[in-house]
């Protein structure tokens, strides 16, 4: 079978979940091209070599430009900050590799932009790990939307909370305009654009208004490296620096198909820890997803007699009616947040091989629309006005 000599390049939370799934496809899945962990990249005081022995990676290296440039190297997989996407996609993209990238695609979206454009002009195969496609209730949201369920949509509603950021929190690079473009938004309204585009098959046209809050300005500077988590083993010094990013941005949209929504995106939602839910209503039915119960799905179907309309939660564990959970455990066992990043390893392998995926995956150019919505409501919150999409390119 062809082999496929993976590069990793960032060994932090995604480092371990891509870690993970480079690892466990070719154990669950019956991949087209066999995946080897070749090398990764960390920097020195994150110690690569333990990670890699860790992780089952064969090699470790500290200069991710000689890791990307390698001869050796046919995909190069980047999960670091959203600074450090462009440059190493870039050169990977030249040296004729595919790649693919953590979500956003970019800190700003002149970087999307021409990370979409190179990936046009090189004609490389590339993914962004918009991860929450992969979850099964959220391919069968989709499947329903497209087998006319739902009818036409009228209200798309989409929330992503979540509250670990207090005052204890140092000042991270996801608290950096530089390191990270911008906060909650970029982080987590990234995904709903994503996963509202890909579940309503339809795009946003318009942003009618937007907030962007800060409500801490102020953190603690952080010494040492990441351990692996968001905030897990952060450590602060006495000095401060400001928050150059949003905590919460909120804003109203318009979808191509004359629907209406809302999102938001927070990090200090108290209560709320991994709340990336949505809600679609449509003249025949309606659809609701909480990441929280992943395994599940909700449903009405307003065209059941009225004395039966109710919300049916559907346990998305049934094979093959569900998509990848055959692969999994047997039926009516759930699977969770690794699965995702895992079944996202096994479509890139079968795309690499000229097969269809199971689900699509975005691709820098899909990526790139999604960043263009993001931009389009931060200028909507900075000059508060609505927004067209087609002015902002
Ligand atoms: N799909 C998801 O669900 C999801 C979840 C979390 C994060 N992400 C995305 O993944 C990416 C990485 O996030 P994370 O949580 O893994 O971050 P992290 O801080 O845990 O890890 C970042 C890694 O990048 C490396 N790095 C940092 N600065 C660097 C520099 N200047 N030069 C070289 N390497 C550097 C770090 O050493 C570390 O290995 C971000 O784009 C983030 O938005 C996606």
Known sequence: MQRLNVALVGQGFMGRAHSNAWGQVGKFFDVPVRPMMHTVFGQEAENPRAFADNWGWRNASTDWQSVVNSPEIDLVDLATPNFMHMRPALEAMAAGKACSCEKPLAGTLDDARAMAKAARSTGVKTFVWFNYRRCPAVALARRLVREGKLGQIRHVRARYLQDWADESVPLAWRFQKEWAGSGAHGDLNAHLVDLTR????????????????????????????????????????????????????????????????????????????????????????????????????????????????????????????????????????????????????????????????????????????????????????????????????
């Open 198 to 393: 890909f579940v309503t098959g339809e795009e946003i046209t318009e942003v009618a208004g937007a907030i962007a809050e800060i409500f801490i300005k102020r953190r603690k500077l952080m010494t040492g490296v990441v351990a692996g988590g968001i905030t897990a083993g952060l450590q602060s010094a006495e000095e401060e620096g400001d928050v150059t990013v949003d905590d919460t941005v909120l804003f109203l949209a318009r979808f191509s198909g004359g629907g209406v929504a809302n999102f938001e995106a927070a990090r200090q939602a108290t209560g709320n820890q991994n709340a990336n839910r949505f809600e679609l209503n449509g003249t025949k039915g309606s659809l609701r997803f909480n990441f929280e119960r992943m395994n599940e799905l909700e449903l009405y179907d307003a065209t059941a007699p009225r004395a039966v309309q109710g919300w049916t939660t559907i346990m998305c564990t049934h094979a093959p009616d569900h998509p990848y959970v055959g692969n999994w455990w047997p039926d009516a066992h759930p699977i969770g947040y690794e699965h995702t990043f895992v079944n996202e390893a096994y479509d890139i392998c079968r795309v690499l091989a000229g097969e269809e995926p199971v689900v699509p995956i975005p691709d820098f150019e899909d990526a790139y629309q999604t960043q263009r919505v993001l931009e389009a409501a931060m200028i909507s919150a900075t000059e508060k006005r609505p927004v067209k999409l087609e002015e902002v390119k």
